[in-house]
């Protein structure tokens, strides 16, 4: 790939501010260390030294996953390049701990895993270097322009799988938009997930590379196959009582879940709430916040499961949230009540449960529209109408069994994401 000379000026500026930045990230990996230790192991991997990568023979398949979300969306994707192409090692890299966690729990030493170098040249040269790769799949939406500049010097395909952009992030990135630009034009290929995704890539690439609309790789995510045996478990744990699930839930609204759960208990004194926070680093102070309401609280990594006085469960755990999600009368999906811009709809839905989020899902704008038309997805904006919501289904099971059902019907027809993907996929891999 060659760079007109202003495109060379433009990637060594942003090398240059990267250079002086980075002390920066050893205090960011200090200070996320404090409250999510594995940040403090295996820096040697985000700084590409030598001896931290593995040695991998020419010809892998490299896919990137930047966190939890991101590997969950890659599971079928990884599933398949594995069954397709046994004779290719193939590499996940993640950028967060429990990213790495949620790697090694799926595959453990199926698949290689390392932490994504940081974005200088000298650092995403050597991990080409030693992994070689024939092929990169970026799931979702991660720009790096040092490292995109390289993987196409070195004649590395790169294909952005299960391609999101939000209108949110497009305004953003248009801050960016020359150095966007330069990172996209050496991308092979945009595997959508919407229309409206793709029209957003194509404002910010322009012609500069291929955009296709695949659908949702979540679609096609296949259920644990335990999750209905585990969910009879944890029903059988909880009792006969009403359940229902907080997942992943942000600091700005935990004490709105907790103001729920109170005013649900007036109604039914043994309500349980099933709460599942989004990061690891919430799960102390979540326990504290329960405590303080004088909630009797248990917690997953302590007494293992709830008992009869349980008020909140706490899943202070990683990987098991769908049993716990089946297992609930009602899930609520965080991130929403706060402008993070919510988080995956999807699982709770095709496992049959009624869904809650609040009114900021414009990560998942299109899931939360089709899901809400579909009768799945009720938008709650409070404490207040979270209570009601909730009220309203325990009070009418059989509404909330065709909420669930609706739900559970209309992702069953968007399926077929996977296909498509893999198509485009092996087609780069063999250079067409």
Request: positive net charge; glycine residues 8%; proline residues 6%.
């Amino acid at each position: 790939m060659s760079l007109s000379l202003g495109r060379r000026l433009l990637l060594a500026i942003y090398s240059a501010l990267l250079w002086l930045l980075l002390p920066v990230t050893l205090y960011h990996l200090v200070w996320r260390g404090l409250r999510q230790r594995g940040y403090l192991l295996r820096w040697s991997e985000r700084y590409a030294l030598p001896g931290a990568l593995p040695a991998l023979p020419p010809g892998a398949i490299w896919v990137h996953a930047v966190s939890v979300g991101e590997v969950n969306a890659a599971i079928p994707l990884v599933n398949a390049l594995r069954q397709r192409h046994p004779d290719r090692p193939l590499i996940v890299t993640t950028i967060t701990p429990t990213g790495s966690a949620r790697v090694r729990a799926l595959w453990g030493e199926g698949v290689h895993h390392v932490y994504l170098p940081y974005d200088l040249h000298g650092m995403v040269r050597r991990f080409l270097e030693r992994v070689r790769p024939a092929l990169a799949v970026v799931i979702e939406t991660e720009l790096w322009p040092n490292l995109f500049v390289a993987c196409a010097r070195a004649g590395v395909p790169i294909v952005i799988a299960n391609a999101r952009l939000s209108a949110r992030s497009l305004r953003g990135y248009r801050w960016l938009a020359p150095l966007i630009r330069l990172a996209l034009s050496a991308v092979r290929l945009v595997a959508a997930q919407s229309e409206a995704d793709a029209a957003r890539f194509r404002v910010l690439a322009g012609d500069a590379v291929r955009i296709e609309v695949t659908g949702n790789l979540k679609f096609d995510q296949p259920l644990p196959a335990a999750a209905r045996e585990e969910a009879l478990a944890w029903r059988h744990a909880c009792g006969p009582r009403p359940v229902w699930v907080a997942a992943s839930t942000h600091a700005g609204e935990e004490a709105a879940v907790l103001e729920a759960h109170r005013r649900l208990r007036e109604r039914w004194p043994q309500a349980l709430l099933l709460w599942a926070p989004r990061h690891p680093e919430r799960f102390g102070p979540v326990a504290e916040l329960v405590r303080e309401a004088g909630l009797s609280l248990r917690r997953r990594s302590l007494e293992r499961a709830p008992d009869a006085a349980c008020a909140v469960f706490l899943i202070d755990s990683l990987g098991e949230l769908s049993g716990f999600l089946a297992a609930a009368d009602v899930a609520f999906v965080g991130g929403s009540l706060v402008e993070v811009g919510g988080h995956n709809l999807l699982e709770p839905a095709a496992l049959g449960v009624p869904v809650l989020s609040g009114p900021h899902t414009f990560n998942f704008a299109e899931i939360a529209a089709m899901l809400r038309e579909a009768g799945a997805l009720v938008t709650v904006e409070d404490a207040e109408s979270l209570a009601g919501a909730i009220t309203a289904l325990w009070e009418d099971p059989a509404t909330a069994r065709r909420r669930g059902q609706a739900g559970r019907l209309r992702i069953d027809r968007e399926r077929g994401a996977l296909e498509r993907t893999l198509a485009l996929v092996d087609a780069v891999l063999a250079g067409r």
